[in-house]
């Protein structure tokens, strides 16, 4: 047990619609990641937020957005989706936005139709 | 920019013996951790071992092991006494600082398969 749970844990929604996906983060985990993962694929960095502002990005369009809140939770929102957003979104938290360990949750698996 | 490279798309390996994935990195930065992830099937990824850059001794974690060799940029994980319940996937990744922030980078992971 990490103490980061996600939720949905699975759904299905048609392109063009939009998304959000939740992060509760461990108490006391200042920084929140989230990553796409595709089928057969490693985890890719989608963005990063430190107490509530975003601190880092990866190569994702700017239709991948994010919000923190003060009580550790956090949302992943995709609007305008494509068939090839269709994956595993993972969350991790970690106490700071160093080099230490991530808490993963157990995913969001996402089917666009 | 920093990478991961894991080259062993899959390995086998017999119950009881020890087994290592491989794991290369790239960055540019001093400052960097790098990590080991266990993915099972059912898909939550399960920290298993770290080491940070400045760490002279190899990390370990019971059965876990870190091969760090900072002059190569390896950082081989070493299973020891394999078990059945060791299949799975394995990610290495780092965290290195990227313009002030560490932004944290996975390889495309080594599928382990382990049997009786």
């Known amino acids: 047990e990490t103490g980061v749970t996600q939720s949905p844990t699975h759904l299905i929604k048609t392109r063009g619609q939009q998304v959000t996906l939740r992060c509760s983060s461990q108490?006391?985990?200042?920084?929140v990641s989230w990553y796409q993962q595709a089928l057969g694929q490693g985890p890719q960095f989608i963005f990063q937020?430190?107490?509530?502002?975003?601190?880092g990005r990866g190569n994702f369009p700017p239709r991948f957005s994010g919000l923190q809140f003060p009580n550790y939770s956090s949302e992943l929102n995709v609007n305008a989706l494509e068939l090839d957003d269709s994956a595993l979104y993972l969350c991790?938290?970690?106490?700071?936005f160093g080099a230490g360990e991530l808490f993963f949750g157990e995913g969001s698996r996402l089917t666009v139709l | 920019a920093q990478k991961i490279t894991q080259t062993q798309p899959g390995m086998f390996v017999q119950e009881k013996e020890a087994v290592t994935l491989d794991c290369t990195y790239d960055t540019s930065d001093p400052s960097y951790g790098l990590f080991w992830y266990k993915q099972p099937s059912s898909g939550e990824m399960i920290f298993l071992i770290y080491?940070?850059?400045?760490?002279?001794q190899n990390a370990t974690e019971g059965r876990y092991s870190l091969n760090f060799q900072k002059a190569r940029k390896s950082a081989n994980l070493v299973i020891s006494a394999s078990q059945l319940g060791d299949s799975a996937m394995y990610f290495c990744?780092?965290?290195?600082?990227?313009?002030?922030?560490?932004?944290?980078?996975f390889g495309r992971g080594t599928s382990l398969i382990v049997h009786p």
């Open positions: 937020y430190y107490r509530e502002e975003e601190n």
């Open positions: 108490s006391g985990h200042n920084t």
């Open positions: 080491q940070g850059s400045y760490d002279q």
């Open positions: 990744a780092m965290r290195g600082a990227s313009g002030g922030s560490y932004i944290p980078t």
């Open positions: 991790a938290s970690s106490l700071d």
